[in-house]
């Protein structure tokens, strides 16, 4: 039963210093701090359980997020979980539609960020006084239900819900890929120590950050592809780094080592420019990917309408939380693409995993040509962190959304004034 009034939000900006090593980086954000706004709810219900929501950001960005979330803290401020969670749409709605800040979106950008962070938070809370991990909630909810937290505003044309209901069906893990061997951040060697201990841990899935330097990439990938022989699967992930023709001159000469895909080779709104790339490189064998930073659930929708992607990544804090990526994850249905969600940068993982497993078992209801990213860093700052086992995210079964920190690492990484800061700002002005 859902119960309370929120009585108290805060949000607070807590980074990792992940560019020290490296990790991360790629051809376009070449000294990542993995970062999140951290949101914090609490209701006047005597059972004293807090919702917990993150949106990932990059070091400085984090501050601009935190602004955002503070503006949309009136809209949930003193509401009635209950209220919120029985006319979810138009909750969803009144925050995406609030008139002053919806100029400065609308539905993405900072303010859309902020709106996920602060939805991760209400999902957990209701999954957390539910009792059930999110993915459970989402599984077990009447399909009426579940489809009224969605906003179907501009996607009718492709998706009513009528049709949304008709999507609806009703399982060991859920196959993972890895990015954490090859970030454009670590030299060859590490590269091929990260490899060689992926490989024993039983890593069949491999994605390598390419787009920077050709003869770079070159020799990156063909020690990938000596390493993992010709059977496993190697991903591409180039991070917006190319303009269109470039895209397509680069990767046929990367298609000698068989890359699934090429993950985001041009401009994330570039749709028509994803569609020829995509028409140029399936004879190839490669498909494209992309969606990490797709605004929302409209430009999802024309990337499917326009043939523009074989993969689609969704991210549990790009998308207006859950409530969004259901639409996006029924879209997917609708076109048969894949959904293969996004989940490099701190905290993503431990989110997006109630997504696919609940997009496993009640929408697509297939495995083929779908797997799951999965990064290897800071999940021992998370109080339910993810299960890895054989190369696969094991179900989790703590209620809630996996969303909370551990109180001390979130004072330490605090962004000016934890520990962790103090220490390095000084060293960093010198
Ligand atoms: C800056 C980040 O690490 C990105 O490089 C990362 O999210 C990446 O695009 C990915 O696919 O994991
Ligand atoms: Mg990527």
């Not at 992940?18 to 005597?46: C, F, Q, R, W």
């Not at 591409?236 to 190319?242: E, G, L, P, T």
Request: with cysteine.
């Amino acid at each position: 039963m859902v119960r309370g009034r929120i009585s108290r939000l805060s949000v607070r900006d807590v980074r990792f210093p992940t560019s020290l090593g490296g990790h991360g980086a790629d051809a376009m954000h070449t000294d990542p701090d993995y970062s999140a706004a951290y949101v914090v709810i609490e209701t006047d219900a005597e059972d004293g359980i807090k919702g917990c929501g993150i949106t990932f950001t990059l070091g400085k960005g984090t501050e601009v997020v935190v602004c955002a979330v503070n503006a949309l803290a009136h809209h949930v401020l003193n509401k009635d979980l209950k209220d919120i969670v029985g006319d979810f749409r138009g909750f969803y709605r009144q925050l995406t539609s609030d008139g002053q800040l919806r100029w400065i979106g609308p539905e993405k950008g900072v303010v859309h960020l902020a709106t996920a962070a602060v939805l991760n938070a209400v999902w957990d809370l209701w999954a957390k006084q539910e009792g059930k991990p999110v993915w459970k909630l989402l599984v077990d909810m009447d399909p009426r239900m579940l489809v009224s937290c969605i906003d179907f505003r501009y996607i009718t044309d492709v998706l009513t819900e009528e049709d949304a209901l008709e999507k609806q069906m009703l399982a060991q893990g859920y196959p993972a890929y890895t990015t954490s061997c090859a970030w454009l951040g670590y030299s060859d060697d590490t590269l091929k120590q990260l490899c060689a201990q992926a490989l024993k841990d039983g890593w069949t899935r491999f994605k390598v950050k390419v787009g920077a330097d050709l003869q770079d990439d070159m020799r990156r990938c063909q020690i990938i592809r000596d390493m993992i022989g010709p059977e496993k699967t190697l991903m591409m992930d180039a991070n917006q780094r190319w303009d269109v023709p470039e895209a397509v001159e680069w990767m046929s000469k990367l298609a000698k080592f068989k890359p699934l895909w090429i993950e985001e080779p041009t401009s994330p709104d570039d749709i028509l420019g994803h569609a020829t790339i995509s028409k140029a490189l399936v004879p190839l064998g490669i498909g494209i990917a992309t969606g990490e930073q797709c605004h929302n659930r409209v430009i999802f929708k024309q990337l499917l309408q326009a043939k523009a992607l074989q993969f689609l990544q969704i991210d549990s804090c790009r998308l207006g939380s859950v409530n969004e990526n259901l639409s996006v994850l029924l879209m997917a249905k609708k076109f048969e693409i894949p959904v293969c969600p996004h989940a490099g940068g701190v905290g993503l993982c431990e989110l997006v995993q109630h997504l696919i497993i609940f997009d496993y078992i009640s929408v697509s209801a297939s495995l083929e040509n779908r797997v799951c990213e999965y990064v290897d860093h800071l999940h021992e700052h998370f109080k339910y962190p993810v299960m890895i086992q054989r190369a696969s995210y094991m179900p989790p079964k703590d209620p809630g959304y996996s969303t909370e920190m551990k109180e001390e690492s979130v004072k330490k990484h605090q962004y000016p004034d934890g520990e962790v800061w103090k220490k390095l700002l000084p060293a960093q002005e010198n």
